[in-house]
């Protein structure tokens, strides 16, 4: 019995900025959601369906923050679960665009969790 395998073509990375929207689904967040994973999120990558993330503040333990997880709400079947670290103003996520790409501004959780918190007035 023959065997097919498939070859995969290497992936470029993308050095173009994201582009799209990112907003609090409700009232923007507050910090009692964050800390209770009550914050819900939609990022809207340009030209994609947009997609819906719990949002947690991730803190050390002398409860500082260092970062935020980001739970994609995708039906029962999936669900991602990403880890966004924020050091010295940058914020870093460990999705495959993330780690894969140059962008300058991040992955799109990246610079659409930066954006809404930006707007929420909460960093």
């Not at 470029?12 to 910090?31: D, E, F």
């Not at 949002?55 to 970062?67: A, F, L, M, P, Q």
Request: with cysteine; proline share 5%.
């Amino acid at each position: 019995m023959a065997t097919l395998t498939k070859t995969r073509q290497p992936r470029k990375p993308s050095t173009q900025a994201v582009h799209g929207s990112a907003r609090w689904i409700g009232n923007p967040a507050t910090q009692g959601q964050l800390d209770n994973g009550d914050a819900v999120l939609q990022i809207t990558a340009a030209g994609k369906q947009p997609g819906f993330y719990f949002v947690t503040e991730n803190k050390d333990n002398d409860g500082r923050r260092i970062g935020f997880r980001l739970v994609k709400i995708d039906g029962l079947e999936h669900t991602a679960t990403y880890d966004v670290e924020t050091i010295h103003g940058e914020f870093r996520c460990d999705c495959p665009d993330a780690i894969y790409s140059e962008r300058p501004n991040g992955c799109k959780h990246a610079a659409g969790l930066k954006a809404a918190l930006t707007a929420a007035k909460l960093i």
